[in-house]
């Protein structure tokens, strides 16, 4: 069975720092394109953070630029989620998901993904 794990939410407290991790089972993900996407109570799922398969191309989106930071590991099926100044706003469901695509497609809210996690909770508090 093919699964995507997440870990590493919690509760914080704003300017905090927290590290989210993926891991992939049941196939090697090392060939697609990896990321996060949030879903906060009431409001869509956004995308966060992609990285390719290689990971020397990587995209943010604009609200987490200069404070988050995505990276992966192939030999550990794992992509990983720098959070540092998080912010109340962050506060959300953090999921990753994985697709044979290029990143720009790949961010865009109407492209399916193959693969996602079950996401963990980010919770930042004031």
């Known amino acids: 069975q093919v699964q995507l794990a997440e870990s590493g939410g919690g509760l914080v407290q704003a300017g905090d720092s927290l590290r989210l991790s993926c891991v992939g089972s049941?196939?090697?993900?090392?060939?697609?394109?990896m990321g996060w996407f949030r879903q906060a109570p009431g409001k869509e799922r956004e995308f966060v953070a992609a990285?390719?398969?290689?990971?020397?191309?990587?995209y943010y989106a604009e609200s987490v630029k200069d404070r988050f930071t995505i990276a992966r590991d192939n030999a550990r099926n794992t992509v990983f989620l720098q959070m540092n100044t998080l912010k109340p706003e962050d506060t959300a469901v953090y999921s990753c998901?994985?697709?044979?695509?290029?990143?720009?497609?790949?961010?865009?809210?109407?492209?399916?993904?193959?693969?996602w996690g079950q996401g963990t909770q980010v919770t930042v508090s004031s």
């Open positions: 990285i390719n398969w290689n990971g020397l191309k990587v």
């Open positions: 998901a994985a697709a044979d695509l290029q990143l720009g497609l790949f961010a865009l809210p109407t492209t399916h993904l193959d693969y």
């Open positions: 049941g196939r090697s993900f090392s060939g697609d394109t």
